[in-house]
């Protein structure tokens, strides 16, 4: 959102490290939750979130404000995800897991149903393409606009609807087929 | 325009009335939008809860730490540092010279003092005792011991005689 005023340039411009420590409180969480839909690990999701603050530390005072600060440390938690997907698939085959985090608390019976199909979900979108999976995470979990998923993921805004549009296809076949992974 | 491209403009968000008046003539459009519609909203209640991890926090800027510092903050942070550390040696150096004990008078302050009661008289060549030392060697003269050892001698043997 380069129109409105990012309340967070200006303090972590300047390094300021109280300013820095609340932006990693609040924007902390979705980024692990967004980098764990992508790679599809908590654990590597944790280091590269955390590299993604690392870096976007170092790229402070040469970001020039083209989108918000969050959406310039997603783009680079982005970035870091392809690589480490690159270089994890030429290491290994992809596992397929996609971790899950059930709740320990007993459950009525109609919120275990909700709560399975959610879990499905997710497994479903772990199934889609990295772009595909990478837009459906920025747009419902995290609220981004179209302009700013295509600000994170270096895509034309077109691109980027498209894909969306693509992934909810997918997920919706995949759902009525009832495919398991 | 195909299909695909009027949900993808009716899914991108609200205002667009061209993709609202195709999906009010378009029934498979329409049925698919709502399909969808559903998923989405189906997908942001599906979201992973990721708990607030308050140690990742405080390791992520304890890393990010460096990056943040302005440029030059560590040129400038070290010429500070070398001023502040000069600032209290010379300090310490002052403190410590203000404790060391008095030294012992020297030979040459002692001559001094002497020199302070006698004078040379020229025309004789001989030392004589100042105006003021002459008093004191009056005082000196009329001091009594004061175990009255000299006192004791003088009036024993007198009164042996008498």
Redesign the interface.
Known sequence: MPEERDPWREPLQ??D?EA??NF??EA???L??YL??VVRSPAEA?DL??EA?????????AFRGECSVRSFLFRIAHNLALNHLASASARREESGEVP??PSGNPSPQAEVLREE???R??RL?AELPPQQRAV?ALR??EDL??KEIAAVLGLAEGTA??H???A??N??RR?EEGREP | MSHEAWLTRALSGSGDEEAADHLARCTSCREEWEDLRRLEEELRGAAPCVPRDDLWAKRTVLRARPGLRPAGGEKARSRWGMLAALLLACAGLGTGLALLPPSPPSRSSEAGEVALLWDVDRDNGTLALLDGAESLAAEAEAWEDPLGEKGAGENGGGGSHG
């Open positions: 300047r390094g490290e820095f420590r990693v409180r902390g969480p979705p692990r939750r764990e839909t944790e979130a955390q603050f690392v870096r976007l530390a170092q790229g402070l005072r899950d985090r199909r959610r879990l979900l997710r979108l459906v419902t979990w606009s179209f609807k498209a969306y549009f693509f909810l296809r997920l919706r759902l």
